[in-house]
């Protein structure tokens, strides 16, 4: 399936207009190779994300990826969805045992002990940080100074797995109490949410969230 929306989520309620590329002159970073994958190279992937919410989405995937593989966890995705309050860290942040003993044998999801346990204590920490800095959004973009980092990857082995941002990031959070956010784990993070752009240069999303960035830039 080779298909994708002309309409590009941006913030979660602002979009602009994109032009479909043709079957024929699509290319894609090599790592979207099947329908679930590439939906979510096309539409999501390296969009700039300023959401809160949806910031902590993919904080708590992120972690949960941890030695899976990324497919494995676009399939449990809606699953997550489901069993997590869709992700609302309030929510979250209040599980107890009963709930936790629920999540650990609900097979849509990683039934992973430690990984439920750190969403629960990662909700908390979220929403510590949301009060200290107004939003999660806030915090997490100093990272990278407030705008995307542009790269121009042209094979996908120059990619790296860290980076001193990854770094500086993991270190913090780690000291703010989250869990499952080491260096790989938060590259990994920022790639999904936009703060790098490290599409292919020949990947057709590439100038397309490059473009994302530019707008975001001229509104700040």
């Known amino acids: 399936m080779i298909w994708r929306r002309t309409q590009l989520q941006y913030t979660g309620n602002e979009t602009m207009t994109s ?18 994958s590439i939906r979510y190279h096309d539409e999501e992937w390296g969009t700039p994300l300023h959401d809160d919410q949806r ?27 489901a069993s997590f309050d869709n992700f609302d860290p309030l929510a979250v942040s209040l599980y107890g045992k009963k709930k936790v003993r629920e999540l650990l044998v609900n097979p849509g999801i990683v039934r992973n002990r430690l990984k439920v346990e750190s969403a629960i204590k990662n909700a908390a920490a979220f929403l510590k940080v949301q009060k200290e ?27 790296p797995a860290f980076t001193p941002q990854s770094d500086a990031m993991s270190k913090d959070l780690k000291r703010r109490g989250f869990n499952f956010v080491g260096s790989t784990i938060c590259y990994a993070f920022m790639q999904a949410v936009g703060m790098v752009n490290d599409h292919m240069v020949d990947c057709f999303r590439h100038g397309e969230v490059k473009q994302l960035a530019n707008r975001r830039g001229s509104d700040i």
């Not at 002159?25 to 099947?34: F, K, L, V």
């Not at 800095?133 to 990619?159: C, E, K, L």
């Open 55 to 81: 910031l902590f989405e993919f904080l708590i995937l992120e972690g949960a990826q941890a030695g899976l593989s990324w497919d494995t966890i676009l399939k449990k995705r809606e699953n997550y969805r």
């Open 19 to 36: 032009e479909k590329p043709s079957a024929t002159s699509i290319r894609r970073c090599h790592w979207a190779g099947n329908d679930l």
């Open 133 to 159: 800095f107004g939003s999660f959004d806030s915090y997490i973009w100093q990272f990278v100074g407030g705008r995307p980092r542009q790269n121009i990857w042209s094979a996908s082995q120059h990619v």
